[in-house]
């Protein structure tokens, strides 16, 4: 068998995340595109696309394409997938070098994509190819979204341990919560395994976050008929897992900000507030109640240690500060830190960042006692009033001292 020439990279569209209603530069329309995004899945890509094709080429023929968006793999997944085109002329490659994350390699593989049906599948053989007709078929008959859910018949996972269940119904539930127009809209909100047409989500920005690019979709896109089709998600075979507890966050912080219909961004874009970065932070000072409040217990409780009262609570408050100190140089100024690495720089952030926190008690307590002394303002209330003014102000005086760049090369 003759090989075809190794395709060269596709260009990684630039600017806005907007679909145009037509594919760009006036290519040839084909009627499907279905995104992979890919991050180290070398072992499972060539496997993959053997299986999409065997299931494609019966049906659609030469009208579909596969467009692999990867974001710069050190396995170098991109270059493996490039072989591929070798065999399968219907496969393309981005190599991403100056962005990450699912949500939008997924909407520049759309923008670059010529199909009036757009879908995206995971790399990792956790989505059974062969849904991909289902789907297709639900579109095909009238719908504007298909997406294969895990929560209708046909549906379920395979090995998924009780703490995976409780978290995915959790956030199901949470989302029913926040934003029901959008998320009870579908029984699988949290899938990643779905087609749209390409007229229903072309024309609005979209403002992804995280790796739930369906909820976007959603409460962005002109959706009015949703099928569903069951299925069930495989325990992946080869590489690593790369669900952890960051992407559960930034699925909160999707609700909240596909909720806030624009408001969050054009508040920050009028004061120049770092909105998502304080809703970051006051989720991490929520997990620090957690950790203060179960380790209060365990140290002061009689039938538990029954150590006394303030050295259980000065304890218990010190490693809350520390939890959280660790969660916020991770993820709430994550991209501050990694400009000031090394132990050294990190313990002077920890110090600082405990100073903070504990000026911000004392702050605390004089604001309870105004508010409920001077202003005669109910205890309770004026609680709630004080934490959430002295959460802004940690928040800001950390923000400008304990995470702010001052040294350079």
């Given at each position: 068998m003759t090989l075809l020439p190794t395709k060269t990279l596709i260009k990684t569209p630039h600017g806005s995340l907007t679909i145009p209603a037509c594919p760009p530069d006036n290519q040839t329309r084909v009627q499907f595109s279905l995104i992979i995004p890919t991050y180290n899945e070398s072992r499972n890509i060539?496997?993959?696309?053997?299986?999409l094709t065997r299931i494609l080429d019966p049906v659609l023929s030469n009208n579909y394409e596969l467009i692999i968006v990867d974001d710069n793999s050190p396995d170098r997944t991109w270059e493996v997938a490039q072989t591929l085109t070798q065999t399968y002329p219907q496969?393309?490659?981005?190599?991403?070098?100056?962005?990450?994350?699912l949500s939008s390699a997924v909407i520049r593989g759309w923008q670059a994509?010529?199909?009036?049906?757009?879908?995206?599948?995971?790399?990792?053989?956790q989505h059974p190819p062969e849904i991909l007709l289902k789907l297709l078929n639900k579109i095909q008959q009238g719908a504007d979204l298909a997406v294969a859910s895990r929560h209708v018949e046909g549906g379920g996972v395979s090995e998924w341990s009780i703490l995976r269940r409780f978290l995915s119904?959790?956030?199901?539930?949470?989302?029913?919560?926040?934003?029901?127009r959008v998320v009870g809209r579908v029984s699988d909100p949290m899938s990643g395994y779905f087609m749209v047409r390409r007229s229903s989500i072309a024309g609005p920005i979209l403002n992804p976050l995280g790796y739930k690019i369906l909820l976007e979709v959603i409460g962005r896109g002109n959706i009015e008929n949703i099928a569903e089709a069951g299925y069930v998600f495989q325990?992946?075979?080869?590489?690593?897992?790369?669900?952890?507890?960051?992407?559960?966050?930034?699925?909160?912080?999707?609700l909240l900000r596909l909720r806030s219909r624009g408001r969050i961004e054009k508040l920050t874009q009028r004061f120049n507030f770092p909105v998502g970065r304080f809703v970051r932070f006051g989720l991490v000072g929520l997990s620090g109640v957690f950790v203060d409040m179960s380790l209060f217990y365990l140290l002061s409780d009689p039938s538990a240690l029954g150590w006394g009262l303030t050295r259980s609570k000065i304890i218990a408050a010190e490693?809350?500060?520390?939890?959280?100190?660790?969660w916020n140089d991770r993820w709430t100024f994550g991209d501050l830190s990694s400009q000031q690495r090394g132990w050294g720089k990190r313990l002077k952030r920890l110090l600082k960042f405990n100073v903070i926190c504990l000026a911000g008690l004392v702050l605390n307590v004089l604001l309870l006692n105004l508010l409920f002394n001077v202003f005669g303002i109910n205890r309770y209330l004026a609680n709630f009033l004080a934490i959430g003014l002295v959460t802004l102000w940690n928040f800001w005086v950390n923000l400008k001292l304990s995470w702010r760049v001052t040294e350079v090369k």
């Open positions: 060539k496997d993959l696309i053997v299986l496969v393309q490659v981005m190599r991403r070098q100056n962005e990450k994350g994509a010529r199909g009036d049906i757009l879908g995206v599948i995971d790399a990792d053989l119904r959790g956030a199901q539930l949470l989302g029913l919560i926040i934003l029901p325990e992946r075979q080869e590489g690593e897992s790369k669900v952890t507890w960051k992407q559960y966050l930034e699925y909160i912080l999707h490693v809350a500060i520390i939890n959280n100190f660790l």
